[in-house]
C-alpha cells in the first residue's frame, strides 16, 4: 500500500504502522526524534546566549539544527526592514538547490511555505514538499521527509525565516511543532536582543565620542552621593585637575555652595524640575569662576546619572557687571548735570528725562514720560518736527534752538544737541541749555 497524502498535504501513516509493532517503531521513531531535537534546541539556546553577530547566529544555529540530526536540515534568511528581501542566509544539510533559493530569497522570490509563514503567526507544515511546494528548488532534495517553516519575529517585527525537514511521521505531531514554533521564537528573540544591543552600542559610541572630543566642559555626577563619575578633557583644562583625580571626587569640591544647597539642586535637576544652573566653581589654582550649567538625568549601567555640562560665563559677568557700573556712572552724571536732559523713543514720545529738565520745565518726571515732542515744543508744527527727525536720522545728530512750553504756559529758550541712535528701534538723545 502506498502513502495517501491528506488535505493538508501531509501523507497518511504508512501501511506498516497500522499493525501494533508498526505503531511501536513508530513511537521509537518519534521519542528518538524529539529527543535529538530536544538537544538541538538547548544547544541552539546556549549558542544564542553568546553570539551578538546575526550571520555567526544563524550559520552558528543551522550548524546545530542538523550536527545532532534533530533535524534532516535546515535554512534561515534574514530580512530586511520590508520583510521583503533577504539580507543574509545560512543553510546546513542542503545540497546544491540552496544556491537556486538564496538567490531567489535575496530578490524577494519567495517559495510559497515563506510566503503562508510571513502572512501568519503560526508554523507553516508542508507534509510533501515535492508535490505541494513545487516551486523551491529545495523540493527534491526532501525526499520523503516533510517541512516545517515559520517567520521568525519578536514585538511584532519580522527578522526572518527559519525551514527545517523533518521526518513525514511528524508533520502531524504536534509536540513536534510546538517546540519548532518555540525554537523559532527564541531565535526572534535572540535576533533582537542583537540588534538592540547593537544600537546600544551605536549610541553608546556616539555619546562617548560628544563627550571625549566636545570642547564644552563635560562632567557625569552620581546624584546619590554628589560625586564625580566622570569628566571629560576639557574639564581637565578648566578645573586644572587630571582625569583621574576629578574621578571620585565630591562636586562640593568644586561648587562653593554648602552641600545642603549643593543637594537641593542636583534633586531639582535629577526631578527634571530645572535643567540651567547659576554656580560659582572652584578650580585647583584655588581661583573661582562663574559657570552656567545645563544638566539632565542619563540612564547608566542601571542607574541615574547627571551629565552636565558647563559654561564659563566670568567674562560675561564681568562685562555685564562693567555695563551696570558704566550706565550707573553715566546715570549719576546725567542727574547732577545742569543742563536738561531727555530721550525720544521712534515714535517721538519722551522715555526717559532728567531731574534738570524737570526742573526747567516745571513738570515732574513721571508727568513728562510719555509726552509728544508737541506737548513740549512751543513754535514747531508737526511737519516741522517730521523734518528735522528725518534729518537728524540721515546726519547722525543736529545743533538747533527752540523754545519750549512750561507747566504754566510760560515759554523758554532752549539750545539743544540731539543725536540719533539706531539700537532699540531708534532713539533720539537730547541736551539742552
Same mark, same amino acid.
Given at each position: 500500500?502506498?502513502?495517501?497524502?491528506?488535505?493538508?498535504?501531509?501523507?497518511?501513516?504508512?501501511?506498516?504502522?497500522?499493525?501494533?509493532?508498526?505503531?511501536?517503531?513508530?513511537?521509537?521513531?518519534?521519542?528518538?526524534? $524529539?529527543?535529538?531535537?530536544?538537544?538541538? *534546541?538547548?544547544?541552539?539556546?546556549?549558542?544564542?546566549? &553568546?553570539?551578538? /553577530?546575526?550571520?555567526?547566529?544563524?550559520?552558528?544555529? !543551522?550548524? =546545530?539544527? =542538523?550536527?545532532?540530526?534533530?533535524?534532516?536540515?535546515?535554512?534561515?534568511? $534574514?530580512?530586511?526592514?520590508?520583510?521583503?528581501?533577504?539580507?543574509?542566509?545560512?543553510?546546513?544539510?542542503?545540497?546544491?538547490?540552496?544556491?537556486?533559493?538564496?538567490?531567489?530569497?535575496?530578490?524577494?522570490?519567495?517559495?510559497? !511555505?515563506?510566503?503562508?509563514?510571513?502572512?501568519?503567526?503560526?508554523?507553516?507544515?508542508?507534509? /510533501?514538499?515535492? =508535490?505541494? !511546494?513545487?516551486?523551491?528548488?529545495?523540493?527534491?532534495?526532501?525526499?520523503?521527509?516533510?517541512?516545517? !517553516?515559520?517567520?521568525?519575529?519578536?514585538?511584532?517585527?519580522?527578522?526572518?525565516?527559519?525551514?527545517?525537514?523533518?521526518?513525514? +511521521?511528524?508533520?502531524?505531531?504536534?509536540?513536534?511543532?510546538?517546540?519548532?514554533?518555540? %525554537?523559532?521564537?527564541?531565535?526572534?528573540?535572540?535576533?533582537?536582543?542583537?540588534?538592540? =544591543?547593537?544600537?546600544?552600542?551605536?549610541?553608546?559610541?556616539?555619546?562617548?565620542?560628544?563627550?571625549?572630543?566636545?570642547?564644552?566642559?563635560?562632567? $557625569?555626577?552620581?546624584?546619590?552621593?554628589?560625586?564625580?563619575?566622570?569628566?571629560?578633557?576639557?574639564?581637565?583644562?578648566?578645573?586644572?585637575?587630571?582625569?583621574? @583625580?576629578?574621578?571620585?571626587?565630591?562636586?562640593?569640591?568644586?561648587?562653593?555652595?554648602?552641600?545642603?544647597?549643593?543637594?537641593?539642586?542636583? &534633586?531639582?535637576?535629577?526631578?527634571? &524640575?530645572?535643567?540651567?544652573?547659576?554656580?560659582?566653581?572652584?578650580?585647583?589654582?584655588?581661583?573661582?569662576?562663574?559657570?552656567?550649567?545645563?544638566?539632565?538625568?542619563?540612564?547608566?549601567?542601571?542607574? /541615574?546619572?547627571?551629565?552636565?555640562?558647563?559654561?564659563?560665563?566670568?567674562?560675561?559677568?564681568?562685562?555685564?557687571?562693567? $555695563?551696570?557700573?558704566?550706565?550707573?556712572?553715566?546715570?549719576? *552724571? %546725567?542727574?547732577?548735570?545742569?543742563?536738561?536732559?531727555?530721550?525720544?523713543?521712534?515714535?517721538?514720545?519722551? *522715555?526717559?528725562?532728567? @531731574?534738570?529738565?524737570?526742573?526747567?520745565?516745571?513738570?515732574?518726571?513721571?508727568?513728562?514720560?510719555?509726552?509728544?515732542?508737541?506737548?513740549? /515744543?512751543?513754535? @514747531?508744527?508737526?511737519?516741522?518736527?517730521?523734518?528735522?527727525?528725518?534729518?537728524?536720522?540721515?546726519?547722525? +545728530?543736529?545743533?538747533?534752538?527752540?523754545?519750549?512750553?512750561?507747566?504754566?504756559?510760560?515759554?523758554?529758550?532752549?539750545?539743544? +544737541?540731539?543725536?540719533?541712535?539706531?539700537?532699540?528701534?531708534?532713539?533720539?538723545?537730547?541736551?539742552?541749555?
Amino acid at each position: 500500500m502506498t502513502d495517501r497524502p491528506d488535505v493538508a498535504g501531509r501523507p497518511a501513516p504508512p501501511a506498516e504502522a497500522e499493525g501494533a509493532g508498526g505503531e511501536l517503531a513508530l513511537a521509537r521513531e518519534r521519542a528518538a526524534h $524529539l529527543g535529538q531535537v530536544l538537544k538541538a *534546541i538547548r544547544s541552539v539556546n546556549h549558542l544564542m546566549a &553568546q553570539e551578538d /553577530d546575526p550571520q555567526r547566529l544563524i550559520e552558528g544555529a !543551522c550548524a =546545530t539544527l =542538523t550536527r545532532t540530526m534533530g533535524y534532516h536540515s535546515a535554512w534561515i534568511a $534574514l530580512l530586511d526592514d520590508s520583510a521583503r528581501l533577504a539580507t543574509a542566509t545560512a543553510s546546513s544539510g542542503i545540497g546544491g538547490g540552496f544556491e537556486v533559493l538564496r538567490e531567489r530569497l535575496e530578490g524577494g522570490a519567495f517559495p510559497s !511555505c515563506a510566503r503562508l509563514a510571513l502572512e501568519g503567526d503560526e508554523v507553516v507544515v508542508v507534509g /510533501d514538499p515535492s =508535490t505541494h !511546494c513545487a516551486d523551491c528548488p529545495l523540493s527534491p532534495e526532501y525526499g520523503n521527509r516533510a517541512a516545517f !517553516c515559520r517567520r521568525l519575529a519578536f514585538d511584532g517585527k519580522d527578522f526572518g525565516l527559519l525551514a527545517v525537514s523533518v521526518p513525514s +511521521s511528524l508533520a502531524s505531531d504536534e509536540e513536534a511543532r510546538a517546540w519548532f514554533d518555540g %525554537l523559532a521564537g527564541d531565535l526572534g528573540f535572540a535576533l533582537n536582543r542583537i540588534e538592540e =544591543t547593537r544600537r546600544k552600542r551605536e549610541l553608546e559610541g556616539v555619546s562617548a565620542s560628544l563627550f571625549e572630543n566636545n570642547h564644552a566642559i563635560m562632567l $557625569l555626577l552620581d546624584p546619590a552621593d554628589g560625586t564625580i563619575v566622570d569628566a571629560n578633557p576639557a574639564a581637565e583644562r578648566f578645573y586644572g585637575w587630571d582625569r583621574g @583625580e576629578l574621578r571620585g571626587m565630591e562636586v562640593s569640591r568644586i561648587n562653593t555652595l554648602s552641600p545642603e544647597e549643593i543637594h537641593r539642586e542636583m &534633586q531639582a535637576a535629577r526631578e527634571a &524640575q530645572r535643567n540651567h544652573f547659576l554656580f560659582r566653581h572652584r578650580r585647583a589654582d584655588g581661583s573661582v569662576r562663574d559657570v552656567e550649567v545645563y544638566s539632565g538625568t542619563i540612564r547608566s549601567r542601571e542607574r /541615574d546619572l547627571l551629565y552636565s555640562i558647563i559654561h564659563d560665563i566670568t567674562g560675561r559677568r564681568q562685562a555685564e557687571e562693567a $555695563l551696570r557700573e558704566s550706565e550707573r556712572y553715566l546715570r549719576t *552724571i %546725567l542727574r547732577t548735570t545742569a543742563d536738561g536732559f531727555w530721550v525720544i523713543d521712534g515714535q517721538g514720545l519722551v *522715555i526717559d528725562v532728567n @531731574e534738570a529738565y524737570c526742573a526747567m520745565s516745571g513738570y515732574g518726571r513721571e508727568e513728562i514720560l510719555g509726552m509728544s515732542i508737541g506737548d513740549l /515744543d512751543a513754535d @514747531e508744527t508737526p511737519s516741522e518736527t517730521r523734518a528735522r527727525i528725518q534729518r537728524i536720522e540721515a546726519e547722525g +545728530s543736529e545743533l538747533f534752538e527752540a523754545r519750549h512750553r512750561r507747566k504754566d504756559g510760560s515759554v523758554f529758550s532752549v539750545e539743544v +544737541s540731539a543725536t540719533y541712535l539706531g539700537e532699540g528701534g531708534g532713539r533720539f538723545v537730547c541736551f539742552c541749555r
